[in-house]
């Protein structure tokens, strides 16, 4: 399928040699022609339209502009030297700047003739646009072929070298010369015609060489669906490979504890949602395969009682569970709770910590491995190889984003058949997002809160209006209620943001002095014993204010605090703020979030800050923040490979997302293993995927 000439490496493409293609590999890594051709155009220049100098605005990507040169100077600077070019059409004037090659350009450049020039404009005193490429007008005229000029993905060392987009665009030309468009399609006859899609041929052909909008609209959209299509193929093979081939515990009995804990202890009703949520586990772990399931459910929603129900099943059956949360103080809450939901039941469970001592864990170790430990509770660290269970059943683990996949896998290892695991968490992760991340993986979605919940007021207030904050914190203690103050604190800014930290402390201790107002601090350079020995205090109302970095941010759970007051709201992400929102609001009482910032403020901070006033809605607000930050940076590096697409776009191409699973789907039902003789150009792609985890070599 892949003629070998698209494995030729670039050395070889006529016009790149050894020191070009070094460059190229390193900054692109475009190893072979096949790499080249699909370094996908980031956007198109209309190359028919010429701005006028007087049209243009800061915010203007690439221009183009006709004009001539008056006169150049050479200006000193601090490091070397500069050469400016005064430029004028007959709108006004601008700089052209060069850093480099001045002897080059100077001796080269024609005074008073027309130019056509093309770059990136800055501002400051006026307009200038360094290093343009340029041609004569009268070339440009001879040249213009093409309408649209496609921009590629460019680096800073390459256009420092001379690898402008104008050679881009030359060596895809001579590529295509080369190849003459020797490619298979890697689309079936029957997906092809069923959504109208171009040829694999034509497609390449106009996304880099495209004649006009219409063939281009085309040429991306059959791209972009092949792109996501072999992804969505690959995470629905592998579900359906794990749940035929991995085996998991089936937990066939509603037993005793389940039982006892439902009719006899349960401490509310449970909602619709979580009643649902239940009878989708129970139905995974009582069939044979291996439950991989991510529950989502806003703060507050209630998912610690829905993983305790399904420990009782565990138990029942005769195995053992554990709970793995991304922090000493939740794994010590949870390990509270879940004392407490234990109740009455004989139940063992104990708390396994970093900081646990070795006494301590002996006796765990022991517990584990004759099976008198049903449930274990704690951090990372019971990941270590010298926790073994007799029979561990099922693994939870709370607030996965904290967690990389590596270290999921590495609690399948803990039985012979990997146990059965429940993924909790309460950053929403907007629906087509978690199709490409979790594709593979069963999702519950928790989307009601416990009745009688009033939502949380949010307002953003200034610096300058604290005063009238603190007023607000003295009536809400005196009505019994206790508040939060979260300080950022970010790892590259950790020294000014402890100071930050300690300096409102000492305001804030000033304006509640004791014996009136008790305080308690908690941040991350304290000694895990001092954190939860202060984190108790606010806990049983000891104190009535906790000031705290962001350690307080996950699952923390007081429901007499009814403040949230965030500092420097501005620098938070607006996960981080939703997650922080929600330590309050969980009592009956109104609860308030104030978010405090300074004046100066960028604009996606205002969206931010804006989101958060408007809606308490989880999935609204990853919705908001997978448009501010895009899916990379949101689901952090570990799956960067799902997400490191090359012409979709996970947000804008939303729809073609859905529609490339659903055919992925279908196909798959049809014909599980591929085997049919329409779908071989299928199969075979897909093994070509899945043996090179990057897809856009073998997908050509
Ligand atoms: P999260 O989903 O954020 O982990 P939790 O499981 O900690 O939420 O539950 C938040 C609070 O709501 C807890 O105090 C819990 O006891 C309570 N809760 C959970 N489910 C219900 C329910 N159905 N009715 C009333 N309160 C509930
Ligand atoms: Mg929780």
């Known amino acids: 399928m892949n003629s070998n000439i698209l494995q030729t490496p670039i050395d070889y493409l006529k016009g790149v040699g050894p020191s070009r293609a070094t460059l190229l590999r390193a900054e692109l890594g475009i190893h072979t022609y096949q790499d080249l051709i699909n370094l996908f155009p980031n956007r198109y220049i209309d190359k028919t339209h010429y701005y006028k100098i007087n049209e243009l605005q800061r915010t203007t990507a690439e221009v183009q502009i006709v004009g001539k040169i008056t006169h150049i100077k050479m200006v000193d600077q601090k490091r070397g030297k500069r050469l400016v070019a005064k430029f004028m059409d007959d709108t006004g004037d601008m700089e052209l700047v060069w850093f480099r090659g001045h002897k080059w350009i100077k001796e080269n450049l024609k005074l008073n003739t027309p130019y056509v020039i093309f770059g990136k404009t800055k501002y400051y005193n006026g307009y200038s646009m360094p290093h343009p490429e340029m041609e004569l007008l009268t070339e440009h005229e001879k040249n213009l072929k093409i309408s649209m000029q496609p921009v590629y993905p460019s680096t800073e060392k390459l ?24 490619f298979y399609d890697t689309l079936s006859e029957e997906i092809l015609s069923e959504l109208k899609l171009i040829s694999k041929r034509e497609a390449v052909f106009h996304v880099h060489f495209p004649k006009n909008q219409e063939i281009l609209a085309k040429a991306q959209y059959r791209l972009k669906f092949e792109e996501l299509f072999y992804i969505q193929l690959q995470l629905i093979i592998k579900k359906l490979i794990r749940k035929q081939k991995i085996k998991g515990y089936p937990f066939t009995e509603v037993g005793t504890y389940f039982n006892t804990f439902y009719n006899d202890h349960l401490p509310f009703t449970l909602t619709n949602a979580q009643k649902r949520v239940i009878k989708e586990i129970r139905k995974d772990i009582g069939s044979s395969a291996q439950m991989n399931r991510l529950l989502q459910g806003d703060v507050g929603s209630g998912k610690t009682i829905v993983g305790f129900m399904a420990m009782l099943l ?21 390990y509270q709770g879940i004392t407490e939901l234990t109740k009455g039941l004989d139940i063992q469970v104990k708390l396994l910590m970093g900081s646990s001592k070795v006494k301590e864990r002996r006796i765990i170790h022991e517990e584990l491995e004759n099976g008198t430990l049903h449930i274990l509770i704690g951090t990372h660290a019971l990941l270590e190889d010298k926790v073994k269970f007799k029979n561990l059943g099922l693994a939870i683990i709370d607030e996965q984003h904290r967690f990389g996949v590596a270290q999921r896998a590495k609690l399948w290892h803990k039985n012979k058949y990997p146990p059965h695991i429940l993924v909790m968490t309460a950053t929403p992760i907007p629906r087509t997002l978690a199709m490409s991340l979790y594709g593979d993986l069963d999702i519950s979605v928790i989307d009601e809160l416990p009745p009688g ?14 005063l009238k904050v603190f007023k607000f914190m003295a009536e809400e203690i005196a009505k019994g209620r206790q508040v939060y103050i979260v300080y950022p604190l970010i790892q590259e800014s950790e020294a000014m943001d402890y100071k930050d930290l300690m300096d409102g402390y000492e305001s804030i201790a000033r304006s509640f002095p004791a014996p009136r107002y008790q ?27 906790m000031v705290a970095t962001t350690v307080i941010e996950v699952g923390v759970n007081v429901p007499n605090a009814s403040v949230m007051i965030i500092e420097s709201a501005e620098r938070f992400g607006l996960s981080q703020l939703h997650q922080l929102r929600g330590r309050v609001g969980r009592g009956a009482e109104q609860s308030f979030c104030i978010l405090m910032t300074g004046f100066k403020l960028s604009s996606d901070s205002k ?24 899916p990379g940076d949101i689901m952090g590096t570990q799956q960067s490979g799902v997400l490191n697409l090359k012409i979709a776009d996970m947000v804008r191409d939303n729809d073609i997302l859905k529609t490339a699973r659903y055919y992925a789907m279908k196909i798959l039902k049809e014909d599980p293993s591929l085997a049919l003789e329409k779908n071989h150009v299928l199969l075979y792609t897909y093994q070509q995927v899945a043996k090179h985890k990057n897809i856009w070599n073998y997908i050509s």
Request: aromatic content about 6%; hydrophobic content about 35%; some cysteine.
């Open 159 to 182: 256009s420092n070298k001379g690898i402008s987009n104008r050679v881009i665009s030359k060596m895809m030309q001579q590529l295509f010369a080369e190849t003459q468009l020797k």
């Open 314 to 334: 565990a138990i029942d059956n005769g195995f053992q569970a554990c709970l793995m949360a991304p922090t000493a103080i939740l794994a010590s809450q949870h």
């Open 453 to 466: 919940r009033k939502s949380i007021k949010t307002v953003h207030r200034y610096d300058s209006n604290r």
């Open 519 to 545: 305080i308690s601090i908690v941040h991350g350079q304290m000694k895990p014993a001092d954190k939860e020995y202060e984190m108790a205090r606010f806990v049983k109302g000891e104190t009535q204010i």
């Open 607 to 630: 969206t931010r800050l804006e989101t958060m006033v408007r809606t308490n809605d989880g999935f609204d607000i990853a919705e908001v923040d997978l448009k501010l930050r895009g």
